[in-house]
């Protein structure tokens, strides 16, 4: 059962997914730590990676990311308190020295609590070329 957004939700969300890319682009694990619930997650072409995983790669400074760009607003649909957040998302990351470029589809599943927003899920998906 699909509801139509609010669009103040739907505003909203996009200024957090937005944040959360520059968060990223910051290298600052606690930045970035406050966009995810505890419980967060992030499925790749290499599995499933969680929160305390990702922070420490940050926070050694194994994993570091120059750039992280949208190349449209994304498409954000809210299911009461429950919101997926979709978009094509250009990167460039530092992993143990070695740059990667990446052009992906994100998609992340938020739950909005106490009054704000969290994602709980992060998935990656390699864009096929143009």
Known sequence: MSEKPDSADERQLTR???GWAEAIVSNDPARIAGFMADEWVIVSDSGIAPKEKFLSLVESGA??????DFGTDPRVRVYGDTALVT??????AHYQGERHDADEWTTDVFVRRQGGWLCVLSHITPAAPD
């Open 16 to 18: 957090l997914a937005k």
């Open 63 to 68: 994993l570091t990311h120059s750039a992280m």
């Open 87 to 92: 978009g094509r998302v250009t990167n460039t």
